[in-house]
């Protein structure tokens, strides 16, 4: 997400928290940072960590703060959608963002063996592949939206290269993943959320029919190498469990590399030296990534339960305290980042942002959404370095707590 600097004479003047708005979040966090780093939030019920050595601590201590309540909806769910949801056989068991140990170490050591470094650089020449295939359906266009045709279903092509499926509607796809997010973390009215439900439910189906698919005939893939753990030693992952994580990586795996291309591409083109630096030297990009991340978080907040009475930030909470880290806040945090509303691709310290997490949850999928930035940041600054943003576009910031990006980024490609 690009936030305002807290000097931006549009951004708006926060006096409590908006947690489903963009424009003056960096400058209510800013103050907030300084005069109340842990504060409640009535309108959540939520206390909210703002600063980033508290949402490290806090990321670190996995026993006292639990990961339970990550998928929990923020609002309850209408009884007609709870009953809907019972009745077509949904169950989304708690299987690793929000699985305490010791069932998480046991679920992350299967999934890790297939999703790691090792196995998303073996899959680079695809991935570079699909994205210079997106770059090339822009050539000729003139004015182009960087997210309905070119971020939106990239990412979810990439992932179909785990999952072992080549042919697929990536937009389906796409609508699925926004509907549970919108479920959990959005501010959908009944009719919303009900239509929510059904499209969660065809994407549950969806992946229960993939991986009966993959029992039936085993491939070099995401749900195989699942199904082949359980066939060695059932006790070290159900078939359950299996179901849930395919659910849970077709959900988190490409909707956040959606966010943080259209962010770090925002932002890129609002600085137009940082972008003539990328274009001049595109070895650069890895470090235009790790900023991107830092400055324009795919994921903004995150959130944990207190498992007994603990002090966080000078603030006493009791067991069961629901927290809601705002890792924007921590990655614009000026204790440890100099100058945090800028945005400096080769600033030293751009890795230390906590975008992905920290300690035994960190994002399994972390190396392959920096491996697609990378490529995608090299392959547009170099077909089109002269790109600008359409001016006094809007780019209709997503509306979840959770995960924020671009609805739309209207750029001229100025070949």
């Known amino acids: 997400m690009t936030l305002d600097a807290p000097t931006c004479p549009h951004a708006a003047e926060w006096t409590e928290f908006r947690p489903y708005q963009h424009d003056g979040m960096a400058q209510f966090f800013t103050r907030k940072r300084q ?24 990321f670190a201590d996995p026993d006292r703060f639990s990961a339970a309540n990550v998928h929990d909806p923020l609002t309850p769910y209408p009884p007609e959608l709870v009953e809907y949801l019972r009745a077509e056989g949904f169950r989304r068991d708690k299987t690793q963002a929000n699985c305490d140990r010791p069932k998480h170490t046991r679920i992350r050591q299967v999934a890790q063996s297939f999703l790691n470094i090792r196995q998303f650089k073996t899959r680079e020449p695809q991935i570079r592949a699909l994205v210079e295939a997106a770059i090339d359906k822009l050539r000729g266009k003139g004015r182009v939206d960087l997210v309905d045709d070119f971020s939106y279903e990239l990412p979810a092509r990439v992932l179909f290269l785990l999952l072992g499926v080549p042919d697929i509607d990536a937009r389906r796809i796409k609508v699925w993943a926004d509907s549970r997010f919108n479920m959990i973390s959005g501010d959908a009215d009944h009719d919303g959320k009900m239509e929510a439900g059904r499209q969660v439910i065809d994407f549950w189906n969806y992946c229960g029919e993939l991986i009966q698919a993959r029992r ?70 890895p470090n235009y990534v790790e900023e991107g991340l830092r400055a324009g978080p ?60 920290y300690g035994i949850h960190f994002c399994m999928g ?11 940041l090299e392959g547009l600054s170099q ?28 750029v001229d490609l100025n070949e």
């Not at 939030?41 to 909210?48: L, Q, S």
């Not at 370095?385 to 990006?405: A, F, Y």
């Open 366 to 376: 972390a190396p392959l959404a920096k491996l697609e930035l990378k490529l995608v």
């Open 216 to 285: 039936e005939q085993p491939g070099d893939d995401y749900p195989s190498h699942l199904l082949a753990a359980h066939a060695k030693d059932p006790d070290s992952i159900s078939l359950q469990e299996i179901q849930n994580l395919t659910f849970g990586v077709l959900l988190a795996g490409h909707e956040t590399t959606t966010n943080a291309i259209g962010n770090t591409m925002h932002m890129l083109l609002r600085d137009r030296a940082e972008w003539d630096r990328l274009v001049a030297e595109p070895g650069l990009a």
């Open 35 to 58: 005069e109340e780093p842990v504060f409640f939030d009535e309108e959540t019920g939520y206390w909210i960590v703002t600063r980033r050595d508290d949402v490290r601590a806090i």
């Open 383 to 410: 077909a089109f370095p002269n790109m600008t943003l359409v001016p006094d576009s809007d780019p209709d910031w997503q509306r979840t707590i959770l995960v924020r990006g671009p609805g739309r980024l209207l």
């Open 298 to 357: 795919p994921v903004v907040c995150w959130r944990r339960i207190t498992t007994e009475p603990v002090t966080i930030g000078g603030v006493s909470l009791p067991e069961g305290a629901p927290i809601m880290m705002s890792l924007a806040s921590a990655n614009r945090d000026e204790d440890h980042f100099e100058c945090p509303h800028q945005f400096q691709g080769q600033r030293e310290n751009a890795r230390d942002h906590v975008s992905f997490g």
